[in-house]
């Protein structure tokens, strides 16, 4: 006789009912026949743990919501943990609870992946459950699908990209509107897409996570946030912006990440001048994009909304969708590489073109000085531009904008070292890397 038992429905908890769960816990709420469809069994929302009892359930009924996460993953036996606390605090232990458990997680936590990665997908692994974590990388953008799955056939050797949408809003505003960077990072708290702490946005925290893991994935070696430069863009300065539009450019905060010939890789954010005809230059707003060069496929390019509930809450349930399926399957999917085989070489190893921007006494013989300078570190002058200050005469001062050739990082800042140190020189030398 055919039995006529129903399989048991998908047991899902979301941990955490801020702007990216509190869409979730909708979502689940309001789309469970299609989630149903998708993953091929029923979804049971067995709760959702948020601490903050004043917060507003948004529509999503009372009785879900608890307050001891910890309770919800043991009592209430979830198969998929949704993990959208994010931080390093209270989230570490919650995940490795799930797992513990015997649930697979969602999560969008970069940073306790970027930092502990390779401890969660190891206990993952040994667990036999998955650990996925679309969202926490360029909102909506399914690009950990792309590195890790689409894309794994004739290896990838570069990723150039802008991962943080709030500093990619702030230099949109300071460059094309003339906004502040006060004002403009006011906005962009209010429109929702800057994490609580502006710092971890502001001084490319963020961004650095978020390459650590596309790093990872893309060429199969551990990358944590530690391997990674960064430099935000908290110290950049009016006359940056200026001196960035008359050759060109528009400043925009990257993330980078190569793997070379010898199997080094190098990591690393930091704000560049990108000539306005580059792909990534006209990424505005809150936007998100990422090149990724290939060896077989050529170039690829992603782009869309990186920030926001609703653009991060895509990726979460798309996620939730693929480990039901996984759990309803009995497999587990994608893996990361969880050990470090490749060198990181470090900032001084870099290559790139660079921009240097010093005021100089308009007297005779000076760019004979600055050009002996620049020889003695084998540091050579694509581009040289003067603007005379005439607001300073008598004192003749002149704003000089050297662009080089591609050089050396470590050749590059020992250079600058020694134009500071110059009597010729009259004010610090800026520098910005400039994209090719
Ligand atoms: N605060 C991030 C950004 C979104 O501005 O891109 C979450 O990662």
């Given at each position: 006789?055919?039995?006529?038992?129903?399989?048991?429905?998908?047991?899902?908890?979301?941990?955490?009912?801020?702007?990216?769960?509190?869409?979730?816990?909708q979502?689940?709420i309001?789309?469970?026949?299609?989630?149903?469809?998708?993953?091929?069994?029923?979804?049971?929302?067995i709760?959702?743990?948020?601490?903050?009892e004043?917060?507003?359930h948004?529509?999503v009924?009372?009785?879900?919501?608890?307050?001891?996460?910890?309770?919800?993953?043991?009592?209430?036996?979830?198969?998929?943990?949704?993990?959208?606390?994010?931080?390093?605090?209270?989230?570490?232990?919650?995940?490795?609870?799930?797992?513990?458990?015997?649930?697979?997680?969602?999560?969008a936590?970069?940073?306790?992946?970027?930092?502990?990665?390779q401890?969660?997908?190891?206990?993952a692994?040994?667990?036999?459950?998955d650990?996925?974590?679309?969202?926490a990388?360029?909102?909506?953008i399914?690009?950990?699908?792309?590195?890790?799955?689409?894309?794994?056939?004739?290896?990838?050797?570069?990723?150039?990209?802008?991962?943080?949408?709030?500093?990619?809003?702030?230099?949109?505003?300071?460059?094309?509107?003339?906004a502040?960077?006060?004002?403009?990072l006011v906005?962009?708290?209010?429109l929702?897409?800057?994490?609580?702490?502006?710092?971890?946005?502001?001084?490319?925290?963020d961004?650095?996570?978020?390459?650590?893991?596309l790093?990872?994935?893309?060429f199969g070696?551990?990358v944590?946030?530690?391997?990674?430069?960064?430099?935000?863009i908290?110290?950049?300065?009016?006359?940056?912006?200026?001196?960035?539009?008359?050759?060109?450019?528009?400043i925009?905060l990257?993330?980078?990440?190569?793997l070379?010939?010898?199997?080094?890789?190098?990591?690393?954010?930091?704000?560049?001048m990108?000539p306005i005809?580059?792909?990534?230059?006209?990424?505005?707003?809150?936007?998100?994009s990422?090149?990724?060069?290939?060896?077989?496929?050529?170039?690829?390019?992603?782009?869309?909304?990186?920030?926001?509930?609703?653009?991060?809450?895509?990726?979460?349930?798309?996620?939730?969708?693929t480990?039901g399926?996984?759990?309803?399957?009995g497999?587990?999917?994608?893996?990361?590489?969880?050990s470090k085989t490749?060198?990181?070489?470090?900032?001084?190893?870099n290559e790139?073109?660079?921009?240097?921007?010093?005021?100089?006494?308009?007297?005779p013989?000076?760019?004979?000085?600055?050009?002996?300078?620049?020889?003695?570190?084998h540091?050579?002058?694509?581009?040289?531009?003067q603007?005379?200050?005439?607001?300073?005469?008598?004192?003749?001062?002149?704003?000089?904008?050297?662009?080089?050739?591609?050089?050396?990082?470590?050749?590059?800042?020992?250079?600058?070292?020694?134009?500071?140190?110059?009597?010729?020189?009259?004010?610090?030398?800026?520098?910005?890397?400039?994209?090719?």
């Amino acid at each position: 006789m055919e039995s006529t038992a129903q399989p048991p429905k998908l047991r899902i908890a979301l941990l955490g009912f801020g702007i990216v769960g509190s869409r979730v816990g909708q979502m689940l709420i309001d789309e469970a026949d299609l989630l149903a469809k998708y993953i091929g069994r029923e979804i049971e929302f067995i709760g959702i743990a948020e601490r903050d009892e004043s917060k507003d359930h948004q529509g999503v009924p009372d009785h879900l919501f608890v307050t001891d996460a910890a309770k919800l993953i043991i009592e209430g036996e979830p198969d998929v943990v949704v993990e959208l606390i994010g931080g390093l605090g209270a989230a570490d232990e919650l995940i490795k609870l799930a797992i513990a458990q015997g649930a697979s997680v969602v999560t969008a936590n970069k940073a306790l992946l970027a930092a502990r990665g390779q401890e969660f997908f190891g206990l993952a692994q040994a667990a036999g459950v998955d650990l996925y974590f679309e969202a926490a990388v360029a909102g909506a953008i399914p690009i950990i699908r792309a590195l890790s799955e689409s894309l794994v056939a004739y290896g990838i050797y570069s990723i150039t990209g802008i991962v943080n949408g709030t500093t990619n809003f702030i230099l949109d505003k300071m460059s094309s509107d003339g906004a502040t960077y006060a004002d403009a990072l006011v906005k962009a708290q209010e429109l929702g897409f800057a994490e609580l702490d502006p710092t971890a946005d502001i001084e490319g925290i963020d961004a650095a996570n978020k390459t650590a893991l596309l790093a990872s994935l893309a060429f199969g070696t551990w990358v944590g946030v530690s391997d990674v430069f960064r430099e935000g863009i908290s110290a950049l300065v009016p006359g940056d912006f200026r001196a960035a539009a008359a050759n060109g450019c528009v400043i925009k905060l990257l993330a980078k990440a190569d793997l070379h010939d010898d199997g080094s890789v190098s990591v690393r954010v930091h704000p560049a001048m990108v000539p306005i005809g580059h792909p990534l230059a006209s990424v505005s707003g809150a936007n998100n994009s990422i090149a990724v060069s290939t060896h077989g496929a050529g170039e690829l390019m992603f782009y869309g909304l990186g920030a926001g509930g609703t653009p991060t809450a895509s990726a979460v349930i798309g996620d939730v969708v693929t480990v039901g399926r996984n759990r309803v399957g009995g497999v587990v999917g994608m893996s990361v590489a969880m050990s470090k085989t490749s060198q990181v070489l470090p900032m001084s190893a870099n290559e790139s073109q660079y921009f240097l921007r010093f005021d100089v006494a308009d007297v005779p013989g000076i760019l004979s000085q600055v050009g002996a300078v620049l020889a003695s570190h084998h540091v050579s002058v694509r581009n040289l531009s003067q603007a005379s200050n005439m607001a300073e005469e008598p004192s003749r001062a002149a704003e000089l904008g050297v662009l080089t050739h591609v050089t050396n990082e470590g050749d590059l800042l020992a250079c600058v070292a020694e134009l500071d140190a110059a009597a010729f020189v009259r004010s610090e030398v800026r520098v910005m890397r400039v994209e090719g």
